[in-house]
């Protein structure tokens, strides 16, 4: 049975670098399929973000690009619920690294309160002249140009900064640069179970920088990014599923947030929602067996899958690129195709 620990892994808060407190468990408030969705849902998606606060999670993850930073502000100021007991993502746009104050105020005109962190999506962005053509690596404005525009953001209606997809390639220049006097307060990456983050996950921790897992559930068993079967049939999720009696799916969230990471699964069933509050203690072995799964199953990022389409690029004779940047670029993997993260 679920045990009382379950319910105290559940209700985790982490402190970030800056003292803010973070509920580990969060909602994604990206609407499955991404950010395009017709008007006429728009009704229907608040009710998701409102049934997510109804089920207790308090931690709320947007972005520009989701189309619900309105949605997440109507919900949170419309619940009875205390501001003050919300975090609030949301993130700057690639295509907006050449405006972040303008970015900065819209979106937070758009949830009508304070932003808890601002991440900046991506390191990577997009011209501003041609909107297309994203920024090739070292371009201006860098992610370090960037970065330091969103520090002068920090204030009353911005109470932290983090980034988002770094590795530890970006976050090291990033760290090391003499502009750079806010550390960020999270990475938001994906991360899942063949995606373990094995080496970025220690490196973010050690420098005081929150991880945030994004796809933790690498989609779900009904996944849109690729098939999970080899995830959920497997006997070390259905095993762990019936020694805690949670899902499988709340397995993985237990192993994230014990490995110090806050995760934003997105659900839109209330049954799910509250099965995955239900976190549960996993023994240090059963982390570990978690943690080398990808050795069985083989590694996978969802970022490489169709879905993601619209940003990868193929060029003859070259890497292909995502937004403009290779996998050395991004800094996951080196130059003979070993994973770095
Ligand atoms: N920073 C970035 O670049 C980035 C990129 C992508 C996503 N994100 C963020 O990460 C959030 C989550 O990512 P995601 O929605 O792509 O993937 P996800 O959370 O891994 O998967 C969500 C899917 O999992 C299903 N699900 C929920 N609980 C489950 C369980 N216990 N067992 C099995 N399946 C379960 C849900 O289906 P039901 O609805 O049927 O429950 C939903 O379709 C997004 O909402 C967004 O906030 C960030």
Redesign the pocket.
């Known amino acids: 049975m679920a045990s009382s620990n379950a319910t105290l892994q559940g209700a985790t808060i982490f402190e970030l670098n800056n003292g803010q407190k973070v509920p580990a468990l969060g909602?994604?408030?990206?609407?499955?399929g991404g950010g395009t969705f017709p008007p006429s849902e728009r009704t229907h998606v608040k009710s998701l973000i409102t049934q997510a606060i109804n089920a207790g999670y308090r931690t709320i993850?947007?972005?520009r690009i989701?189309l619900t930073e309105d949605l997440v502000g109507a919900a949170v100021l419309e619940s009875p619920i205390p501001r003050e007991e919300f975090t609030i993502i949301t993130?700057l746009a690639p295509s907006d690294v050449t405006d972040v104050r303008g970015a900065f105020e819209r979106s937070r005109a758009l949830l009508g309160t304070y932003i808890d962190i601002y991440?900046m999506?991506?390191p990577q962005g997009y011209n501003k002249d041609d909107p297309s053509r994203p920024l090739w690596p070292g371009e201006s404005p860098t992610y370090i140009e960037v970065y330091k525009q969103m520090q002068e953001l920090i204030g009353p209606e911005c109470r932290g900064i983090g980034v988002?997809?770094f590795t530890i390639r970006t976050l090291e220049s990033l760290l090391r640069d003499p502009g750079v006097f806010v550390r960020p307060v999270v990475n938001?990456?994906?991360i899942?179970p063949r995606n373990p983050n094995l080496r970025l996950v220690p490196y973010c921790l050690e420098n005081g920088i929150r991880p945030?897992?994004?796809?933790?559930?690498?989609?779900?068993?009904?996944?849109?990014?690729t098939n999970t079967t080899s995830i959920?049939n497997d006997p070390l999720f259905t095993s762990l599923s019936s020694k805690y009696d949670i899902?499988?799916?709340?397995v993985?969230?237990s192993w994230l947030v014990q490995r110090g990471v806050i995760v934003?699964?997105?659900?839109?069933?209330p049954v799910?929602?509250a099965?995955?509050r239900q976190l549960a203690k996993l023994t240090g072995d059963e982390v570990e067996r978690i943690n080398s799964f990808h050795e069985k199953v083989g590694k996978q990022r969802?970022?490489d899958e169709a879905f993601f389409d619209f940003g990868w690029k193929e060029t003859p004779g070259k890497r292909r690129t995502f937004m403009g940047w290779d996998v050395v670029d991004l800094g996951w993997e080196d130059e003979e195709g070993n994973w770095l993260t």
């Open positions: 909602f994604g408030a990206m609407k499955k993850d947007t972005s989701y993130k991440i999506h991506w988002g997809n938001e990456i994906e899942q945030i897992a994004w796809g933790p559930l690498a989609g779900g068993i009904s996944s849109q990014y959920y899902s499988a799916g709340t993985i969230l934003v699964p997105h659900s839109s069933s799910r929602l099965q995955n969802v970022t």
